[in-house]
């Protein structure tokens, strides 16, 4: 009799627990941040980035808008924007932003973007008009911008944050011990100053990081420290989620109530603010920051 060949199964992905379900983006609402999106040509990190709270924030007629294009020139380990050689500067962008932004009715607006490290600048002049025109245009929204890492390039950081904007936001991502594996293009004490740095610029300071990726709590707190140190004044923290099978693994699935003690550390440690739960992304309830 002819033995067929055994066949490992492939280990499945870990399954996500019941706190980690989201709910269908569906209303008026979600519709209209979608059209103008599209008929603006604009990008979001909502679908660029795969958030799970594109359906809450949309559906609130809410929206962070990615402005620089759409392709990275950095290949985190984590992320879900795709990854290339960017295409030339759309220099009608920043007025393209502060018409939908101005059409969506919003009161808060957050802008960020993916890496330009080919660029002299880093991007600096589209983020300055941007938040210049988004300014002019309605003058009573407030901004939080969240922008990439600069690598030093300290004239180009000061244009980024010099046009008006509220809060600026930098993620450090993940605690110092898996910089190399998640974010191997960035630098753990280099975000660090740029956080100082912005704070030093007088602005009201954010950074974000994920949970889930094999840290110790007592890395968690380190980072904590380093971030208050450096002027910090606002911190997120969220479930790292796996958005396709060639990115990291979820090591953990973290509990809400180990996300609920990071909450209170935080704020002994001297946060300002601290959002802290599976589902928060960098932008999640930002108007709660002012």
Known sequence: MLELPIVEKKEQ???????????????PSYKKVRNLVDEYNLHTICQS???????????AGT??????????????????????RPP?????????????????G?????ITSVNRDERKDRGAEIWYQTVKQIKDRTPQVTIETLIPDVRATWP???????????????????????????????KYKRS????????????RTKSGIMVGLGETDEQVFKTMDDLVEHGCDVLTIGQYLQPTKMHLDVVEF???????????????????????????????HAERHL
Request: with cysteine; glycine share 6%; net charge positive.
């Open 63 to 84: 929206a962070t808008f990615m402005i620089l294009g759409n392709t990275c020139t950095r290949s985190c380990s984590f992320c879900a924007v795709k990854t290339g």
């Open 192 to 203: 660090l100053e740029q956080i100082q740095r912005t704070k030093d610029f007088g602005k």
């Open 254 to 284: 973290v509990h809400p109530d180990t996300f609920a003690k990071y909450k209170e550390v935080g704020l002994e440690k001297g946060f300002a603010f601290v959002e802290s739960a599976p589902l928060v992304r960098s932008s999640y």
């Open 49 to 59: 980035g795969n958030c799970p709270n594109m359906g809450e924030c949309w559906g």
């Open 88 to 104: 030339e500067y759309d220099e009608d962008e920043p007025r393209r932003v502060a018409e939908a932004i101005d059409l969506m």
């Open 106 to 110: 919003v009161k808060h607006a957050v």
């Open 156 to 186: 180009a950081l000061e244009r980024m944050i010099s046009a008006g904007q509220e809060v600026v936001s930098h993620n450090m991502e993940t605690v110092e011990a898996l910089y190399r594996k998640v974010r191997p293009q960035a």
């Open 13 to 27: 992905r870990r399954r996500k627990p019941d706190w980690l379900r989201v709910k269908l983006p569906i209303g």
